[in-house]
């Protein structure tokens, strides 16, 4: 599913415009982003959460030529399944 499959079922489901369903999917997934960008943990009960995880800088080698390389600190975001989600998917 992608998100102009999200974008269908939102407009099937509510009888709204394409636009306004296009809309909404938008500010979804912008406040999403938004807040993950403020290091902001996102929780949906019941399906998932999302939070950001901090690495440290570290010393790293380069695969081609087996060099030391410097790994600068960075931010990743990090999905993690909820309990009903991954009994679902289970079954």
Known sequence: MNKLDL???LR???????????K???IFFTSMADAL???Q????RGLCSFFVK???PYVGTNPKTGEKVQIKPKKLPFFKCGKELKE???N
């Not at 099937?12 to 296009?22: F, G, M, P, R």
């Not at 943990?41 to 949906?44: A, D, L, P, S, T």
């Open 41 to 44: 943990r996102v929780e949906i």
């Open 54 to 56: 901090s690495y440290k």
């Open 24 to 26: 909404i999917i938008d």
């Open 37 to 39: 960008a403020k290091n």
């Open 12 to 22: 099937n489901e509510t009888k709204i415009s394409k636009q306004e369903a296009a």
């Open 88 to 90: 679902r998917v289970d």
């Open 7 to 9: 974008i269908s079922a």
